[in-house]
C-alpha cells in the first residue's frame, strides 16, 4: 500500500471530497487546465489533494467530455496531469442510466467492461477487475459509452441492451483508455440515476 497514489475523478452531482481524512491543498480545475472553457452543471471543478488514511489521494471534481467539444486526444493531456502528480491507481466515477432492469436506480455498478460504439472504437474490453478496490463487490456490469450530448432513442437502447450492456453514459471512456495506456491501474463505478427504458411524458 505504501507506494499506491490514488487519483479519483467525479461529476454528475456526485461528491466524493468528504472521504479525504487529511486535505493538504485545494485549486481550480481551470487554473490547472486552463485550456478547459466550458462548465457542466453538478461539477465542482476543483482539485483535492490530501489522503484516505496513509494513502496519498488526489480527487477532482469534475471532468471534460466529448459532448463538450474536446476532441479525443485532449483527454490524453487531460489524464497526463495524474501521470504527472505520480498516480498509480485511478477511480472514475460518474452517473449513468440503467439498461439493466435487475439493476436498481441508486445503486453503483462496478465496470468490468466497457464498449465503445462511437466514433473511435476502442479497445477497453474488458477492464482489469478492480480487485484492489473490492474483491467481491456487486452489482458488475457492461458500461456502453456514448458522446452524447442527445439521449438515446428507444430503438438504440434495445441495440445496446441487446449487446449486453447494463449502463450507458456519456463520460469515462477516454479516461480509461489513456489511464490504461499510461500503464495506470483503473477501475470505474457508475451510479445509476434512472431507468432508460422507463416511460415517461416528454414535454
Not at 485549486?27 to 489533494?49: A, M, N, R, W
Request: charged share 15%; hydrophobic share 40%.
Amino acid at each position: 500500500m505504501a507506494h499506491i497514489k490514488l487519483a479519483i475523478i467525479t461529476g454528475s452531482g456526485l461528491d466524493f471530497t468528504n472521504i479525504l481524512d487529511v486535505c493538504r491543498q485545494r485549486k481550480s480545475l481551470f487554473d490547472v487546465f486552463p485550456e478547459i472553457t466550458t462548465q457542466i452543471t453538478g461539477h465542482k471543478y476543483q482539485i483535492f489533494d490530501g489522503f484516505i488514511g496513509s494513502i496519498p489521494t488526489i480527487i477532482c471534481s469534475g471532468r471534460i467530455h466529448a459532448y463538450e467539444g474536446y476532441k479525443f486526444e485532449k483527454f490524453k493531456s487531460f489524464l497526463n496531469y495524474f501521470r504527472e502528480q505520480g498516480i498509480t491507481h485511478l477511480i472514475s466515477i460518474n452517473a449513468v442510466g440503467g439498461l439493466n432492469k435487475n439493476i436498481p436506480v441508486g445503486d453503483f455498478v462496478s465496470v468490468e467492461k466497457l464498449v465503445s460504439v462511437q466514433y473511435k472504437p476502442f479497445p477497453i474490453s474488458p477492464i482489469m477487475y478492480p480487485s484492489w478496490v473490492f474483491n467481491h463487490y456487486n452489482p458488475k456490469g457492461t458500461y456502453i459509452w456514448v458522446t452524447g450530448p442527445c439521449y438515446e432513442t428507444q430503438s438504440e437502447l434495445r441495440l445496446f441492451s441487446s449487446m449486453g450492456g447494463d449502463i450507458i453514459g456519456m463520460s469515462g471512456g477516454p479516461e480509461l483508455y489513456w489511464a490504461m495506456e499510461m500503464g495506470i491501474k483503473t477501475a470505474m463505478f457508475s451510479c445509476v440515476t434512472n431507468y432508460c427504458f422507463a416511460h415517461s411524458i416528454l414535454t
